[in-house]
């Protein structure tokens, strides 16, 4: 198996695109956008945490057992997060007789 | 390849060198995973919290610094974009410029930590450290504001223990690319390394929005 060396061309391309995106979501963050303005936030977080994944992390060029494995943790956070929060989202949504 | 292409770094338990080097990032992802379900259950904590006491936790955020937030963030992103470099020169066997590209990562982290602190400081000097002499000025609800500053502190803090840490991983990578351990057929634990110090990185790119811009805009 061939080691890949990414250029370093590419790696300067990633390093400002997260500094452009770190400038922008603080702008974004300033301008009332309602309930978006946490949706925002988080996309833009995610797309910056998929770059240094990708590309600094190398896994654009891991083997699949890596990405299922780092795919798999993706996964059970997903579980922890959203069957949590969709509990404490809806309490009250319904009466509870005798309460 | 052929098998069990003799190395002085090959362990015995592995067939080539490239098997032995899939294995330990393999098992650097498996560690990073079981991070991110750790950091995962504090960040559920705080959305859980934040979504419960929304308006005490936007005037808790607004509080903080979102210059000198933006600015450590910046300063992170740099560190990795070196630590790359230090991978990368590994790769092509360039001792020189990987000992000076984790020198800069080293010096980048420590940065970050004395900026880190230098916040820290300020809380307690503006009685935002959870306890009995906090005080948030503008609400009535203070029990949800030290909420906010007690995930606060336990989220950078916990932070900021993984960055120690990584400095102290940076400083025998260091050591050892000094006394020349590494080739470009053996640089695994720069690349693990490497690893760490982007899900560290990683880590922070999620807690600078969630805990100084949410609320910024009801400013």
């Known amino acids: 198996m061939k080691e890949h060396v990414d250029s370093i061309q590419t790696y300067t391309l990633v390093f400002l695109s997260l500094l452009f995106l770190t400038a922008a979501t603080t702008v974004v963050a300033t301008i009332d956008l309602g309930a978006f303005n946490v949706v925002m936030a988080l996309f833009i977080a995610v797309v910056k945490m998929l770059l240094v994944a990708l590309f600094f992390m190398h896994l654009r060029h891991s083997t699949i057992l890596t990405k299922v494995v780092v795919g798999g943790g993706m996964l059970w956070l997903a579980i922890l997060l959203v069957l949590s929060l969709s509990d404490f989202v809806t309490r009250g949504w319904l009466p509870v007789p005798g309460k | ?219």
């Open chain 2, 1 to 219: 390849m052929d098998s069990h292409t003799e190395t002085p770094e090959l362990q015995e338990q592995f067939e080539t060198p490239a098997q032995q080097k899939e294995i330990s990032t393999l098992g650097m992802w498996i560690f990073l995973v079981t991070e991110i379900m750790f950091f995962g259950g504090l960040f559920l904590a705080y959305a859980i919290y934040r979504r419960e006491f929304a308006g005490v936790f936007g005037l808790a955020s607004n509080t903080l610094d979102v210059v000198i937030g933006a600015v450590n963030t910046a300063v992170l992103l740099c560190s990795s974009y070196t630590m790359v470099l230090a991978v990368r020169a590994a790769q092509i066997g360039s001792r020189k410029a990987l000992i000076v590209f984790l020198i800069l990562t080293i010096l980048l982290g420590g940065v970050f930590l004395g900026v880190k602190a230098y916040e820290w400081n300020q809380k307690f000097e503006e009685h935002h450290v959870p306890g009995p002499t906090f005080h948030l000025e503008g609400t009535t609800q203070q029990g949800p504001a030290q909420l906010f500053f007690s995930l606060y502190f336990t989220m950078t803090g916990l932070h900021a223990l993984h960055m120690v840490v990584g400095e102290g991983l940076m400083l025998f990578l260091l050591w050892s690319a000094y006394k020349g351990k590494y080739s470009p057929t053996y640089y695994t634990p720069v690349d693990v390394g490497g690893l760490y110090w982007h899900f560290v990185d990683i880590v922070w790119i999620f807690l600078f929005p969630l805990l100084y811009l949410i609320a910024r805009h009801q400013h």
